[in-house]
């Protein structure tokens, strides 16, 4: 598979082809693996190598003339024989200057979680000072998949996204421009309404499972209420392919976040 931009709205154009085999791998310790027991035998190995393997990583690598870092964590299991899943994990808004703490900061979070359950680690830095720059920064995501996919053998009908905040924001818009390709996505307070906007679940061309996660005190809570009218308008069903978790708490991430959100997409693959 290649990612690849077009100029008008960076969609990802699949080029591969589908190659049927036993199973197709799910996280290592996910409780339902139907997928990884015959159920479904459509895989789409990339079949890289060459990338370096396992544990946290430092990544560079040039988009549009300029360097550009990202971090990375790949398991100890990782066997370029076998095609593992990835999750893309979007930080949130930084401190000037701070946004490659932030990203490492995100991959950290997630570090242990992506071990337990065996999947590729990726945490894009932000390409404005301080947040994502939008256009920008989906060509970034778009070379850093393409790289990922060049380096390791992933399996392409396993990729996952994740937003914090602001990440969450244009993770919405992200993830379902390119709802073909994602097997599913989370985000943790953020909205729809903060740059995609309540009628963008309309245009998906796939309604992928999705997962929204916010505290009850958080100034975003009415927000994401909206953004569950939208998604159950667009003909989304609850408890099916979106599910809406809320605790009590404000603006913020607490340390069951990822557990709960690889328990919600461990099953999926993008033929859900």
């Known amino acids: 598979m290649k990612w690849q931009k077009t100029k008008v709205s960076l969609l990802l154009m699949w080029q591969g082809t589908v190659v049927a085999l036993p199973d197709i791998p799910s996280f290592t310790n996910c409780p339902d693996i139907i997928h990884n027991s015959g159920f479904q035998n459509q895989s789409q190995a990339s079949n890289g190598l060459g990338g370096v393997y396992p544990g946290p990583l430092t990544n560079q690598i040039t988009v549009d ?38 990203a490492l900061a995100m991959r950290n979070f997630w570090q242990a979680t992506a071990e337990t359950y065996q999947m590729i680690l990726i945490a894009p830095v932000a390409s404005g000072s301080q947040g994502w720059v939008p256009g920008t920064d989906a060509s970034i995501w778009v070379t850093i998949l393409n790289q990922t996919e060049s380096d390791y053998n992933i399996e392409t009908t396993r990729y996952y996204g994740w937003g914090f905040s ?103 693959s993008k033929f859900d």
């Not at 299991?77 to 593992?84: G, S």
């Not at 607490?254 to 690889?262: C, L």
């Open 65 to 102: 003339q300029v360097n550009r870092t990202y971090y990375s964590y790949i398991p100890s299991q990782y066997n370029p024989n076998t095609a593992f899943p990835v999750l893309m994990v979007l930080h949130g808004a930084a401190a000037p200057g701070q946004t490659a703490q932030a």
């Open 166 to 268: 602001a990440g969450g924001h244009v993770g919405h818009w992200f993830y379902l421009l390119n709802s073909e390709y994602f097997a599913a996505y989370a985000v943790n307070a953020g909205v729809l309404e903060a740059y995609a906007g309540l009628s963008y679940p309309l245009s998906a061309t796939r309604q992928l499972p999705i997962m929204e996660m916010v505290g009850t005190t958080d100034a975003l809570y009415s927000y994401t209420l909206n953004d569950q009218a939208a998604f159950l308008n667009a003909g989304w069903q609850s408890g099916v392919n979106y599910q809406l978790q809320t605790f009590t708490g404000g603006h913020e991430l607490t340390v069951d976040v990822p557990e709960k959100v690889a328990e919600f997409l461990c099953d999926k």
